[in-house]
Structures are given as structure tokens and as C-alpha cells.
């Protein structure tokens, strides 16, 4: 297979690596969500009180959203469990069904807010992203070494974090119950997690507590990109205070395209800090930053001189010559 930075299969696979820490980080959260903003005061009841309407069949079904985020985390293995690890490696696969191709992919995160994911997608071809604690990073044979700014840095920088992996509602402002639906022939509940400046949708499994699929918009170098992904399978692996549901098995729909994530074996052993070190390329960008562009030049001056002024109206342009015999006396 032809593995150049010009292939148009490297072109696009990747904007779609962007979602694959996503996909492992989705069910393994990060901080607590903020606390409820307190009731606003009840108005003053009148004289006489209307009777009070029963609550609607399905307003009393519902559970609230700290009900499910509680199953939720009780399903994984509890707050201890979850929040006693402070590094982890994950190795497995990922495979880009319409194009073709498989690889092996690991992803490394510890403390604080250390990342780095490897996904070879080809012998001697790899696509590295990175995240030092302050400088997001990027390699890929399309694309080349980049820096990550804006909204794709800060993307990373959540997705690295380890501050309190109680929530799967962390990054959002406010959660909220949205009703029953069938995620991939599973009952489950909607939940819509909101903030200002981003959404999603997450499906929790009325049976098994856990995340099942999950709606969202990633940002990638091409733009921000709409992603659905299904969980379909997990495994316990012993953490350093007890077991943890992990998701090893995930089908993520992006552009298209169907790209199957698999984890095979999760280590929480100690990772060593040169690890997570920017590789020579970044830190060559690092060290060289673009340079800034001069100033336009100002316009000229105007010229201070008159005008030359205009011949009159008749003036012929040149002396009559004493060749032209008109001109000759009679």
C-alpha cells in the first residue's frame, strides 16, 4: 500500500483520529459535575390554595440526572476504585472499515494532565498526538508536526485531565434528563449535557447502569465534525483499589464512515515522565514560533507640486515645417 504524506487515504484518516480518546475517555470522565445552583425562593402561597395536579405518568417515571450519574459511577466500580488510578495505558486496535485499514493503538495518560496516543496505520507510518500539561501537539503523514490551538487544544487538555474522574458529566454545565429511547435495540436513557459553548447526548443502559452511545461534535483540523459512537462491549480490569468496567469495544459513525475501536489489555503501572516529552519536530516549532507578519507600508504622500498647466484650445502640436508648400509665400 502507498504510505505518502500525499495518499488521500492519510488525508483522511486524520480528521478522524481527533474522536478515538473520546471514544476511551467517554465512560472514564473527569472532575465532578458542578454543583446544583441553589432553588430560587417559593412564592408566597395565596388564602386558598388550588389542589396540587398529580405529576404526569411519565415526569414520574423519569429518574432525575443525579439518580443515573450515581448508578452510573456505581456500575463502573465506585468513586474509590474510579478515582484511585492516576495513569493508565491502553493497547488495542482501531480500524477504518470503509478504507480499509487496521493498526494498533495505544494511549497513554497520567497525571497531571499527561496524554499521548500512537495509532500505526501502516509499517513505519504512524499518527502521534500529545499533550505535555501546557502544549498540545500533533504528527501525522497529511498534515505534518503541528501545534494544537483553540478549541482543538482544549479538547486535549480535557481529555488528558485526571481531576476527579467521578463524572461522565464533568466538561458540562448542567445535565438533564431528556426521556426513555433505544439505543442500538437497548432500553436506555437520554441524557443531554449542556454548556455554553458545547452538547452532547449520552445513553445510559437501563439494565447495566453503564454508557452506552453517545452523540457529540468533535474539533479536528478540518472543522468540527458531528460523531456518534456505540459502545458495545466492556471488561473489568483490576485497578489499584478494585475492579473498573472499562469499555474495550467501540463503533464510532463520523463522516460516513464506521471506525471500530478495540482495547485489549489496560495497565496502571507507573509511566515513565520522558514519556510524555515533545517529540524533536514539535519542539522545533516550539522553539521557532512563525514569524509575524511586517506591517502593511503606508500609502504615498501626496505630491506637493502643481499641475503642469494644459495647452489651449487650437494649439496645434507642432510648427508648421517650411517644407509643406501651403506655407510657402506667394
Known sequence: ??????????????PLLAATSLVARVTFAQSSPPPAPPAAPAPPAPATAPAALP??????????AESLLADELRARGGKEAVEAVKQMTSKGA????????????????AEPSQLLTTVEI????????GFNGTIGWSIDPALGPRL???????????????SGQSSIAARYA??????????????????????PDREATVYLSKSSKLVIGMKATIDSARGSVPVAVNVAEYKEFVGPKGAIKMPVRSEMLMMGMTNVITIETVDFSPIPA?????????????????????????????STSPPAPAA??????????????ANKPK
Do not use: C
Not at 1 to 14: E, K, Q
Not at 55 to 64: C, F, G, K, Q, S
Not at 95 to 107: D, I, N, S
Not at 188 to 193: C, T
Open 274 to 302: 520522558a514519556t510524555f516529552d515533545l517529540p524533536p519536530q514539535i519542539k522545533a516549532l516550539v522553539d521557532s514560533p512563525a514569524p509575524v507578519a511586517a506591517p502593511a507600508a503606508p500609502p504615498a504622500a501626496p
Open 174 to 195: 448542567e445535565a438533564k434528563v431528556v426521556g426513555e429511547a433505544t439505543w442500538h435495540d437497548q432500553p436506555a436513557y437520554e441524557l443531554l449535557l449542556k454548556s
Open 148 to 162: 494544537l490551538e483553540g478549541k482543538e487544544l482544549e479538547q486535549l487538555r480535557t481529555e488528558a485531565s485526571f
Open 122 to 129: 501502516a509499517k513505519g507510518t504512524s499518527i502521534r498526538t
Open 55 to 64: 405529576p404526569t405518568p411519565a415526569a414520574a417515571e423519569l429518574p432525575t
Open 1 to 14: 500500500m502507498n504510505t505518502s504524506p500525499n495518499h488521500p487515504m492519510l488525508r483522511r484518516i486524520a
Open 94 to 109: 482501531i480500524e477504518f472499515k470503509a478504507l480499509g485499514l487496521k493498526g494498533p493503538m495505544t494511549t497513554q495518560v
Open 312 to 325: 489651449p484650445s487650437g494649439t496645434p502640436a507642432s510648427p508648421p515645417t517650411g517644407d509643406n508648400p
